[in-house]
């Protein structure tokens, strides 16, 4: 038999823009159903440290503000049902959904809190590293390679910007890049060009992250250079791969707009997307923040948006009753 869940308001995602989203939701009554989703509590479960989400004065561990941001939802109302949703027909009001053992899920307001992923070099020794000097994310681990030397990995934007931020705490960055052109705007190449503790490494790419010391981490990279040269070996203490995010839309590809980089598009200001009814917050819409707490600003306008939505049209179908033909004869 299929089972079948309906609620004012279906969330995807499970991150921190899903979670606030449920916690306005149901604090205004709508009583969310939160479809966790293959990695419930999102990008912040894999984090460790988190020193720049604010109320913390003290360290705090990013699975714990997850648990603790789906308790306080599940304390104030919203359910939360692990599925993975595998199709969607937004042609229809409700909105439908389908999880891949069949459920499905009806919705008369939608949001969209699937996240992005980092993109990462996919080498063994890369995963081996992974928060051991080895990190995607400049601004959340940077802190903790103050007066280390560094490099950072891309030449797009989130590279450059890695780059430049990590001045904050090294006077010794390096980008390295694959190419012998950056594709980030002039601008920011500029910025790059110009700071005194920042230096480019053209046409490599990392070989192998170089694990040592004990307890392991990184302390070298094997540089490959693309121009065929002898590979080379620099001596580091912290990583960053910069190339770039993958935003979670497969399933929205022909029912939703998306931009050009695959991001769900949102009216500016709002979380409206191009189907009203379905609201997008968190990084599946954003690829220039990408934090925690910009995710759940975001997350907290999608409900506020949705539920305006819902008074609305509660209020249109009571004041537009279908007018009755008067009866001739
Ligand atoms: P991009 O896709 O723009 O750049 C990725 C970079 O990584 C490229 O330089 C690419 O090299 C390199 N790269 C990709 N795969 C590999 C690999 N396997 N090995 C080595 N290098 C690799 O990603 P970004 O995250 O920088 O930006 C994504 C979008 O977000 C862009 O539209 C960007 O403008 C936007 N953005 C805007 C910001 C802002 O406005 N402040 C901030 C951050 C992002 P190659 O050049 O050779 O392809």
Redesign the pocket.
């Known amino acids: 038999m299929t089972v079948t869940h309906k609620s004012r308001m279906l969330i995807l995602g499970s991150g921190p823009a899903g979670l606030t989203a449920a916690i306005y939701a149901a604090r205004a009554g709508l009583k969310p159903i939160v479809v966790q989703g293959m990695q419930p509590g999102g990008q912040l479960t894999i984090t460790t440290d988190v020193e720049n989400y604010p109320g913390f004065r003290d360290t705090i561990q990013g699975p714990w503000l997850m648990e603790e941001m789906q308790a306080q939802a599940e304390h104030v109302g919203a359910r939360m049902e692990w599925d993975q949703i595998v199709e969607v027909d937004f042609s229809r009001r409700p909105f439908v959904l389908k999880g891949d053992g069949g459920t499905v899920y009806e919705g008369d307001t939608l949001v969209i809190a699937t996240g992005a992923q980092a993109?990462w070099?996919n080498l063994p020794s890369e995963e081996h590293l992974k928060g051991r000097g080895v990190s995607a994310c400049a601004t959340c681990d940077g802190f903790f390679y103050r007066g280390k030397k560094v490099v950072v990995?891309?030449?797009?934007?989130?590279?450059v910007?890695e780059a430049l931020y990590m001045t904050n705490h090294s006077d010794d960055v390096i980008l390295i890049?694959?190419?012998d052109k950056?594709?980030?705007?002039k601008i920011l190449q500029e910025r790059l060009f110009a700071h005194p503790n920042i230096r480019v490494m053209w046409n490599r790419?990392v070989g192998t992250f170089v694990a040592g010391g004990e307890p392991e981490k990184l302390v070298a990279l094997d540089l490959v250079d693309e121009n065929g040269a002898p590979a080379e070996r620099i001596e580091v203490d912290g990583a960053f791969v910069?190339?770039?995010?993958a935003p979670a839309t497969e399933l929205f590809r022909g029912h939703l707009e998306l931009d050009s980089?695959g991001y769900i598009a949102v009216e500016p200001g709002t979380t409206r997307t191009s189907v009203p009814g379905v609201f997008a917050c968190g990084d599946v819409m954003d690829?220039?923040y990408r934090q925690a707490v910009t995710a759940a600003g975001t997350g907290c306008m999608s409900a506020l948006d949705a539920e305006k939505f819902l008074a609305e049209a509660d209020f249109e179908a009571a004041h537009h009753e279908p007018v009755r033909e008067a009866a001739v004869g």
């Open positions: 993109k070099l990995i891309g030449g797009g934007n989130t590279a910007e890049h694959r190419r950056l594709r980030s705007e790419s910069a190339i770039g995010h980089d690829k220039i």
